[in-house]
DNA sequence: CTGAAAGCGCTAACAT
DNA sequence: ATGTTAGCGCTTTCAG
């Protein structure tokens, strides 16, 4: 900027109004900077700018994996808007591990992101309390913040699990299993109280051994449900606790013999050719809403934390209306 | 850190040595520092740090749509090895513009990311000249950069077509039709080379009714395929450009009577399931070399530039050996 | 309309 | 082992 301003034999602070479109700049001086800057290809160093106005027009996004699809169109909406208002993305998975989760959220902070947008792995998050004192708007996704008071955008998970479950008793079952993520994940224990209720509200007693909660690894679904399939009395049909537990579960009940009904929650891609009966949630609504909220704040907009729940939708497909065997 | 410096009466350069975990400290003060950092709640202001170490720690990736499965375990696996590198990365999505490729990576490049990872949407990327000169290590990915010498790892998209098409050749095939992306695609226009050698290797003419290239919306796809299994004299199998081309015609040929052989470039979840015969390339590899190639230049390392091409892999699962009909 | 000087928070280089 | 000084490249403030 400073060669910049020398070649066009002006101030520094001429060529600043030029770069940020300032006004007070004769159009004749304008063009004399704007050849300059041409011929010395500067373009200006954000990092300074940041350092001197305190604002980075970038926020944070932690997710748990940026390979799962289910983020996919959820990042890709919190870009969307961020675009929007002209800030970058920059994130991270914490691979559901909260030390991880808390070394990228604190490292986004020492960036100085404007906002944050976590999906949380972990149950406590007062470490970004200095943080949020500090000014960093900060939204919560799909999963509630742990001991702070903060935005968040979740999915209706209870009543989602609860539509699903019903689904299957309305078309005859009894004895239905519930597969879901590890029990520290909050959504897979509120999908699992879903089920809980949804059971009660037909009157219909739980078999311990019905109910599995663990690592979404193919091997550990494959051995729960294998294990309740081949019980002396198995369940006619499972309703599967997210994405991936009921991409294995349809591989698996491929292979069989005697049909078992299937509801899933989260909608996957060609689910519709698979026939499976999936309770959708709307992923990109999530990021959005989120992200919109987010920017609400950093536009000074200063409301208390809110939570807002969205729906979920049942999509009938075929296996989710398969009766039990007669 | 002034602040700090002054609570735990020690000079600055001591604080920002205990911040940095440089030696030449007591244990004393160190620890007296590190109380003053913890009351303070201080965390180091890395737009500083940047501005005056001229490295950021950080990298940009350009891609095209961040919701594509495609580029889910690309993303991961560039965020692993940056991740290793202990650097954090920047991302977003050019929406296959080449205007917002642009100005995408010359936002990346104002915040003086140290390397830039870009799925190019143009083909003329002399824009990034000057920014490379001035030092960000660049890698392009999936598809070559355009006009300017510089680093590109690519799948094998022409040998993987020739063999998927070869593939359904051998199992009696004559007529078979191309659907792929646009041509202004560059892996496009690749699998397109790869689809005429294997028809001219065994001898077979090609009618041009058989090829259609043009965006991958659901409607354009569909309408492609429509009239080419709809024309006197159908073809009997067809070579879907890549995963979401195939995913449409997948549909499409369910809603069939007679059946059509079908290979597909890139895998797709539950694939396996629908028996679909792809060519499979590794999008994870893909991320892995591109961004090790990038910390080998931010390492010093100092190579000429270099073409990577990766194979790829033909999975049959079914579709692609139907027989055409007798 | 334009420019000079101060300083954002940090680290490198050089004292002490 | 610790402190002091200068300056990274920009914007803000205030003076011309």
């Not at 002006?10 to 063009?31: A, F, H, I, Q, Y």
């Not at 106005?53 to 932690?62: D, H, M, P, Q, Y």
């Not at 879901?180 to 037909?202: C, F, K, N, S, W």
């Amino acid at each position: 900027m400073k060669d910049v301003a020398a070649r066009a034999g002006v101030g520094l602070k001429t060529v600043s109004r030029v770069v940020n479109g300032e006004p007070g700049v004769t159009p004749d001086t304008e063009r004399r900077v704007q050849e300059a800057i041409e011929s010395l290809g500067f373009r200006r160093n954000d990092s300074a700018r940041v350092l001197r106005k305190g604002r980075t027009a970038s926020i944070g996004l932690v997710l748990e994996d940026l390979a799962d699809p289910f983020y996919g169109p959820l990042s890709r909406a919190v870009e969307e808007v961020a675009r929007a208002h002209g800030a970058l993305l920059i994130n991270g998975s914490s691979a559901e591990d909260p030390d991880r989760e808390q070394e990228l959220a604190l490292a986004l902070c020492a960036r100085r992101v404007d906002g944050l947008i976590v999906i949380p792995a972990g149950h406590d998050h007062r470490y970004l309390e200095p943080e949020i004192k500090a000014g960093v708007a900060t939204v919560f996704v799909d999963r509630p913040a742990g001991r702070i008071e903060a935005d968040t955008v979740m999915s209706d998970s209870f009543g989602g699990a609860r539509a699903g479950v019903a689904h299957l008793i309305a078309h005859g079952h009894r004895r239905i299993a519930f597969i879901g993520d590890q029990p520290r994940i909050h959504t897979a224990v509120e999908r699992l109280r879903g089920y809980r209720a949804a059971m009660e509200d037909a009157g219909l007693e739980i078999d311990d051994s019905w109910v599995s909660l663990g690592s979404t690894a193919p091997e550990r679904v494959r051995d729960a449900v294998t294990s309740i399939l081949e019980a002396p009395e198995p369940v006619t049909a499972v309703f599967a606790g997210n994405n991936r537990v009921t991409v294995t579960v349809v591989r698996l009940l491929a292979g069989r013999e005697e049909p078992v009904a299937l509801v899933g929650f989260d909608d996957i891609e060609l689910a519709d050719l698979l026939g499976i009966t999936v309770i959708a949630q709307d992923a990109a609504a999530l990021g959005r809403t989120a992200a919109e909220r987010l920017f609400r704040r950093l536009d000074g907009v200063n409301e208390e934390p809110a939570q807002v729940t969205l729906d979920t939708v049942l999509i009938p497909r075929g296996s989710g209306e398969i009766p039990p065997p007669a």
